[in-house]
């Protein structure tokens, strides 16, 4: 069985530039989620996909968007980086919708300078 | 954004000691998780309640979902060196909201 895996594992980017992660949730799991932890945190969610459709997002700004394909993978993108976007970005994988035990990747790690 | 609270924020341990941890919410969630994070890597899931009052072991480790569906807690017994990271609760409503963590250190 193959777990939740991201890329890429870092990542530089410039102010105001965009960004794509990506995503590849564990075999069987239909749902992503997608979570921003900034050092010395917790993950903050950012929005949950299912079936192809966001069904649940948190609070952050429209210029964070993702995709989820029919394969189940996904993408996070962001528009207009700032450099509070620098954070450690994780992606994880549930069964199905609402089920609580969610499955986490390693994550990207964004620096935004 | 909203976060849990843990406490104690960490924890300095000799190797065998016994080891708990707790976690409150001002909201009811349905499900609780408990999650270990160690440094460069995504958070791990350690176990996962679903009933008010349920109590659930994983090894040495046992956490319980308060009856009053606010808080939970997890112990760890007899500690180990690889006990050491970050021990982060969760709980589950319309989404999953964490802790704020709760660094875990292991002297031999």
């Known amino acids: 069985e193959t777990g939740v895996t991201q890329s890429p594992t870092h990542l530089i980017k410039t102010r105001g530039q965009q960004v794509t992660l990506r995503c590849s949730s564990q075999?069987?799991?239909?749902?992503v989620s997608w979570y921003q932890q900034a050092l010395g945190q917790g993950p903050q969610f950012i929005f949950q996909y299912y079936r192809e459709e966001e069904n649940g997002r948190g609070n952050f700004p429209p210029r964070f968007s993702g995709l989820q394909f029919p394969n189940y993978s996904s993408e996070l993108n962001v528009n207009a980086l700032e450099l509070d976007d620098s954070a450690l970005y994780l992606c994880?994988?549930?069964?199905?919708w609402g089920q609580g035990e969610q499955y986490f990747g390693p994550g990207t790690r964004l620096t935004v300078t | 954004g909203q976060q849990l609270n843990q406490s104690p924020q960490s924890m300095f341990i000799q190797e065998g000691e016994d080891v708990s941890m707790n976690c409150t919410s001002s909201s009811i969630f349905n499900t609780w998780l408990w999650y270990k994070q160690e440094p460069g890597e995504g958070p791990v899931l350690l176990i996962a309640l679903y009933k008010a009052g349920e109590l659930t072991s994983n090894g040495r480790l046992t956490a319980q979902f308060g009856i009053t569906r606010k808080d939970s807690f997890l112990n760890i017994s007899a500690s180990i060196p690889s006990d050491v990271g970050i021990y982060f609760c969760?709980?589950?409503?319309?989404?999953?909201?964490f802790g704020t963590g709760t660094r875990l250190q292991v002297f031999p």
């Open positions: 994880a994988s549930s069964l199905a």
């Open positions: 075999s069987g799991h239909n749902t």
């Open positions: 969760a709980g589950l409503g319309d989404k999953l909201i």
